[in-house]
């Protein structure tokens, strides 16, 4: 029997281990009918639902979700199908379409994907496909909506369904969705013919009195908790309850604070009887707990204090009633932990410094490239969909389908009548900042080998995007083009115009350049001054053999 994880007459798994868990109300317990380790649906949205809330109203949350987003995302990206350009034309076709940027694939839905995973701990996005265009469109669906997933009978960790439950004007909804990679499975098996065993299994009333949309697969990721969940947890969990002392511990101290603002001066009087100390109260206190008006005001901002030797007046010391609020870090420590981000990344100045922009301690360095590659793959899964989708469309035909691979069961893609493998190449700028300076230097050093006649990196293009890209130029490959066109054509670059440098008084003037004016080697006719001119004539002196590298005597033999 296959394993299924839901609600309404599934086979619910639930924790035993995890005791509590934070909520808005306080604790609550939750007790697990085995040993597998997986929350409930109930106390997992209950969870999503707070860190949600914590994540719009407490900054200790907000910050370092925000920040990573920033680190991922905040760059741009560049994504290609390698070594194709009929595939690459299929990708940008599902990078660029509008849909797809509002969904996923725009600056601002990468950020507010992004955040959510954090937030939320799952991503599941729904691929529908036009069946005649190829056209493919992805849609997020909510995580509250996704009741259960159903697993292959083999192997747990390989899912085939998820069961999704919304409401509409029309009632409450149920719906399969398929796992994309099952979608894959069942094409290369009915390629195959070997359908009937999956047929039988998908007879099962549970499909059959729900339904299955197998024209939307759909790819899950899932962040915060273990492989074995069938469900993420929201990366924000073990910090939300951090979060939420430290800013009532804060709160704690804002109070004592006030409480202490109300007594502001301390005034004495020798020997003085409760007759006079009345008086002297009466004189100093406000008249609006008595009266609409009041009709004795404080002194005024400088006034002078006039009395005897017998009275004393002074302010109230309240340094050792108040707690120094820095005391309290060690509670914000723990959620900086908890989220891995180190407290600098908070506003704390006395643990930053301005070389922040350029060095991160190697863990949080580690922790956003690390989400980078996980954006990298789940794109490239997405852009692996709309090229089948494009291969299988009858209107494609650049793009097609030659079948499946009988070992690994994947479609064998033909791009322009050839075979050719699906490799999806996503890019990202540097996390940290870089000293353009020291990067071009590198590459000047690579290059030359500070002289040496081996020549290690003579590719033009190369040389010259990683140059581009190291100084932040943006679209690259239309400035390698014009520089080295990919048809092999000649060169659209225009030349720099130079001009002679004015002549200093009593010196003569360099003339301009002429049909038999010397000029630089490996130039388009730069004129040569004559400082120029005697040192190319003292070293053609001294090297005869200036333009070849000298012969070791074996190459003289």
């Known amino acids: 029997m296959t394993k299924v994880v839901g609600q309404n007459g599934l086979l619910e798994e639930r924790i035993s281990e995890l005791e509590n868990f934070i909520e808005d109300v306080g604790w609550e317990r939750i007790y697990g009918y085995n040993g597998d380790f997986q929350f409930t649906r109930e106390a997992l949205r209950d969870i999503i639902r707070l860190s949600r809330l914590m994540y719009l109203k407490n900054p200790i949350i907000r910050r370092p979700v925000d920040l990573q987003a920033y680190y991922v995302w905040g760059q741009g990206y560049e994504i290609k199908a390698d070594k194709n350009s009929a595939l690459n034309d299929v990708v940008q076709r599902f990078i660029d379409d509008p849909s797809n940027q509002r969904a996923l694939t725009g600056s601002e839905a990468c950020l507010d994907a992004e955040r959510k995973l954090r937030v939320e701990g799952n991503l599941f996005l729904g691929f529908y496909v036009n069946l005649s265009s190829g056209r493919v469109q992805v849609r997020r669906f909510k995580v509250d909506k ?54 039988d299994q998908l007879s099962e009333p549970m499909y059959r009195d729900v339904g299955i949309d197998w024209d939307v697969p759909v790819l899950h990721r899932k962040t915060g908790g273990f492989s074995d969940m069938d469900f993420g947890v929201p990366e924000t969990y073990p910090a939300l309850d951090w979060a939420r002392a430290y800013k009532e511990v804060l709160e704690d101290y804002k109070k004592t604070v006030k409480a202490l603002a109300k007594w502001a001066m301390v005034l004495k009087k020798e020997g003085a009887t409760q007759a006079q100390i009345s ?60 989220m891995g981000t180190p407290s600098n990344f908070y506003g704390d100045a006395a643990s930053g410094n301005l070389a922040s922009a350029k060095t991160l301690d190697r863990p949080t360095e580690l922790m956003f490239r690390s989400r980078q590659n996980l954006w990298s793959e789940v794109f490239s899964d997405c852009c692996t969909v709309a090229i089948e989708a494009a291969a299988l469309a009858p209107r494609s035909k650049k793009v097609t389908s030659a079948g499946y691979d009988e070992d690994t069961g994947l479609m064998k893609i033909k791009a322009d009548r050839k075979l050719v493998e699906i490799n999806i190449d996503m890019n990202f700028p540097p996390v940290l900042q870089q000293d353009v300076q020291s990067v071009v230097q590198s590459l000047v050093t690579g290059i030359t080998l500070n002289g040496q006649p081996i020549q290690v990196m003579n590719d033009g293009p190369t040389i ?65 001054t004559p400082a120029q001119q005697a040192a190319q004539q003292n070293q053609k002196v001294k090297s005869p053999h200036i333009d070849a590298p000298p012969q070791s005597p074996a190459q003289k033999g």
């Open 146 to 199: 996704m009741a259960g997933i159903v697993y292959d009978d083999d192997d747990d960790t390989v899912p085939h369904f998820y069961l999704r439950e919304w409401s509409t004007s029309n009632g409450a909804q149920r719906r399969y969705y398929p796992d994309w990679n099952y979608v894959r499975l069942l094409r290369a098996k009915r390629e195959a013919g070997l359908l009937a065993g999956e047929t």
């Open 279 to 338: 008086a002297i109260q009466a004189r100093l206190q406000s008249t609006l707990g008595t009266t609409s008006q009041e009709t004795n005001p404080a002194p005024v901002t400088g006034s002078t204090f006039v009395a005897n030797d017998s009275i004393d007046l002074k302010a109230l010391d309240v340094s050792k009633a108040a707690v120094d609020p820095d005391k309290f870090n060690r509670i914000m420590l723990m959620a900086c932990a908890a």
């Open 464 to 528: 010259l995007r990683i140059l581009l890209k190291a100084l932040g130029i943006d679209e690259v490959d239309e400035v390698v083009e014009i520089f080295y066109p990919k048809d092999g054509g000649k060169s659209t670059a225009k030349p720099i115009e130079t001009y002679a440098k004015p002549a200093a008084p009593g010196e003569k003037p360099v003339p301009a350049a002429g049909p038999n004016s010397p000029v630089l080697p490996g130039t388009d006719g730069a004129t040569l």
